[in-house]
């Protein structure tokens, strides 16, 4: 691997790579987020029938979180990582030809395994791993908000890609080969730069600082603190999600044109990611707590849900709503770029991050099994502006939880270090 003189600028070189590829490696499973009409047409799809495909990703992305982050903690992430590139780019190959309907089913079981299992708490680990305490939040901002950059222009230059064929279906297969062979170039990349994480001399383990055993595993599942971490990001994730519905909010009720609610959709989609992210990073390490920019950022997200109900319905307050709209989308990406930087704060030695990321995702991203659904079935059922105040209502009571339970974990946290004061040394779980 190539080396750099200088250890701070290798650091920032690696948790470049690693955003890389995370915002390539989840392109093609959501292929339908910029595809949907060309897909189900080129594949002879119902749109029940892609949405199974979607459901099938999320419950097999469920079911290996946390064994996948057993694993980035027993084996190399680098490996691992190198591992999910290249192997998600050979599934990408296959799915370039559109097979049928049984084998998009295959392919997408397979991207759980390649994106989820050996790609995502390997990535939480590598960059964990890059810092100490203090920097946390910047380092997990600037992942999360590279990973939303990278897959902004990945995805325009995808599309570019599309254009350049006459025939739609041609253009698709161009799109998806076009995003294995950038996950290949992630691959390499990772090869050359990314280099795993090093334990340090006062590790107890050092000597066998990889060798990660069972009683280790169970020591992490035991820990309080980190089941909190993931009822933080049930609250947020939940919210993200009902977020998302703005955009036909926008349309349905306002009236706006499609052209600006797809503009909107990317501000939303990206923009709010990346610049939320950064500044979800700096806020959070000047306040020396990820834990405590939490709380503010879900008192923020509680304050921009409420604004929905109280901005009258009418054409002269869209501004009104769209600042809303981007001000609550700050605060909300802010705090989903945060979920990992926890880890450190709530004392969970760096050998173990890896697990300790395995079972914040397996609690925190559970609501994507069924909450897309429910609130389909919300809007169906109570159609017109009443549905979408009801997502209105529960974004605000989620905020409102997510900002008790984000108080109740500093001061588990503080008790913790009070009973365990070698725990600021990473020493102890």
Excluded at 343 to 349: G, S, T
Excluded at 355 to 384: C, K, M, Q, R, W
Excluded at 391 to 407: D, E
Excluded at 422 to 427: A, I, K, Q, T
Aim: aromatic share 14%; glycine share 10%; net charge positive.
């Amino acid at each position: 691997m190539i080396k750099f003189k200088s250890p701070k600028v290798e650091r920032w070189v690696i948790l470049f790579i690693v955003a890389f590829a995370g915002g390539i490696i989840t392109k093609l499973p959501y292929l339908k987020d910029i595809y949907f009409t060309t897909l189900q047409s080129s594949t002879g799809t119902t749109k029940e029938q892609l949405g199974i495909l979607l459901s099938m990703y999320g419950i097999v992305n469920f079911i290996l979180y946390f064994p996948g982050g057993m694993i980035a903690d027993k084996f190399s992430p680098k490996k691992l990582i190198v591992f999910s590139c290249f192997a998600t780019a050979l599934i990408g190959f296959w799915y370039a030809t559109l097979p049928g309907y049984t084998s998009l089913l295959i392919i997408h079981t397979l991207f759980g395994i390649t994106t989820v299992f050996t790609f995502w708490a390997s990535m939480v680990k590598i960059a964990n791993n890059l810092g100490d305490e203090n920097e946390q939040g910047r380092i997990f901002g600037f992942l999360e908000g590279g990973r939303g950059l990278v897959g902004t222009i990945i995805s325009l230059a995808s599309v570019y890609v599309f254009s350049r064929f006459a025939d739609e279906k041609l253009g698709l297969q161009g799109a998806i080969t076009f995003y294995s062979i950038a996950l290949i170039v992630a691959g390499i990349l990772a090869i050359l730069f990314i280099s795993d994480p090093q334990p340090k001399a006062s590790d107890k383990m050092k000597e066998n600082a990889n060798k990660v055993n069972w009683a280790d595993f169970k020591e992490v599942v035991k820990i309080p603190r980190i089941w909190m971490c993931g009822l933080l990001v049930i609250c947020n994730y939940s919210a993200v999600i009902i977020f998302g519905y703005l955009t036909p909010y926008l349309s349905e009720i306002y009236k706006v044109d499609s052209s600006t609610v797809a503009i909107l959709g990317v501000i939303r989609a990206y923009v709010l990611m990346f610049g939320g992210s950064l500044l979800a990073g700096l806020l959070a390490d000047k306040l020396k707590s990820t834990i405590k920019f939490m709380e503010y950022g879900f008192v923020g997200m509680a304050v921009f849900s409420f604004g929905y109900l109280l901005i009258p319905v009418n054409r002269g307050m869209l501004w009104v709503l769209v600042i809303n709209f981007v001000l609550q989308g700050l605060f909300l990406l802010g705090v989903k770029a945060m979920y990992f930087a926890t880890i450190d704060e709530v004392h969970i030695p760096k050998k173990l991050a890896g697990t300790a990321s395995g079972v914040i995702s397996i609690v925190g991203y559970a609501p994507e099994i069924f909450l897309y659904t429910l609130v389909g079935s919300t809007l169906d059922n109570h159609p017109g502006i009443a549905g979408y105040q009801i997502c209105f209502y529960t974004m605000a009571a989620l905020s409102a939880a997510g900002f008790l339970l984000a108080i109740a974990l500093r001061v588990m946290n503080r008790r913790y270090v009070a009973a365990h004061p070698e725990s600021v040394n990473g020493d102890v779980a």
